[in-house]
């Protein structure tokens, strides 16, 4: 499994500066960590990663080879249980992260759906939360088969965020091969479900992990939230059981991961050796 990183390593710089960094400190591949529709402004300005989904993905490509780096995935997070919005991240983009990803031969892209934000969002009902995920999932799903890329479900909602969500996701639209999931340790540990067994449950569909512990500081809100962006802590020294994850994911036919984690070099590379001690 080659280990890389998510492409927000310094504050306020643009994507090549983040590659820079990225293979800087060792790595040979990094997530397209965000992803737009239209123009950035601070993009151009060379103050933010965010890729333009409406860019030439053969230019990303070559930035990527340029720096000696290989993108992994595609992140396209969505608000998938709001109205539908123009304003806001949702199928339309996902569609393009996929065309996107399978013009330059990646072959993941990363979504969710995100907590509710709106009064709307957050008076559904579970089974209400499934079907519209589902249904605003449905497109996407089907043009990932016929471009043939995977899309990935990452703890990172209410539905998301266990077991039985995904699971309902994916029996709703049918369990296509185009479908799998992204584990994430630190965003399904704070969910309330245990990664380990979450590992354990979709390991033949797993096909992307990103890699985070937290300190037990986090404890208390365990359950109240579903995600959180990073880590500032080497994996390892927190209180996930990411051994147990290594141990069921050993062998797994998983190309690439990622390592959700801010903070100074020495806490990459020894997320990295922790990885490789517990055999991945």
């Known amino acids: 499994m080659e280990i890389g990183v998510f492409l927000l390593i310094e504050p306020f710089a643009g994507l090549e500066r983040q590659l820079e960094c990225a293979k800087a400190m060792g790595f040979a591949c990094a997530d397209i960590s965000d992803t737009n529709s239209g123009g950035s402004l601070l993009a151009s300005a060379g103050f933010s990663p965010t890729v333009s989904l409406d860019s030439n993905p053969f230019e990303i490509k070559r930035l990527f080879e340029k720096h000696g780096m290989t993108p992994s995935a595609v992140c396209a997070h969505a608000m998938l249980l709001e109205p539908s919005n123009p304003g806001l991240f949702g199928t339309a983009e996902i569609v393009k992260a996929i065309k996107f990803a399978a013009a330059i031969g990646m072959r993941d892209v990363v979504t969710t759906e995100n907590d509710p934000r709106s009064d709307w969002a957050q008076n559904l009902s579970y089974e209400q939360r499934v079907l519209i995920t589902a249904e605003k999932l449905f497109t996407p799903v089907r043009v990932a088969g016929d471009y043939g890329v995977r899309l990935l479900l990452e703890p990172h909602g209410p539905i998301t965020g266990s077991i039985q969500g995904i699971r309902d996701v994916l029996d709703r639209l049918g369990n296509p091969d185009s479908l799998g999931v992204n584990l994430d340790t630190g965003n399904a540990w704070l969910s309330?479900?245990?990664?380990?067994?979450m590992a354990r449950v979709f390991?033949?569909?797993?096909?992307h992990v990103h890699w985070k512990d937290l300190a037990a500081e986090w404890e208390p809100r365990r359950g109240t939230l579903h995600g959180c962006g990073f880590s500032t802590i080497a994996l390892g020294d927190g209180v996930i059981d990411i051994a147990g994850v290594c141990e069921v994911l050993r062998g797994?036919?998983?190309?690439?991961?990622?390592l959700e984690i801010i903070g100074a070099a020495d806490?990459?590379?020894k997320s990295v050796d922790y990885l490789r001690a517990n055999g991945l």
Do not use: K
């Open 192 to 197: 309330g479900t245990d990664p380990v067994e």
């Open 203 to 207: 390991r033949d569909r797993i096909h």
């Open 252 to 258: 797994a036919e998983i190309e690439s991961s990622t």
């Open 267 to 269: 806490i990459f590379q």
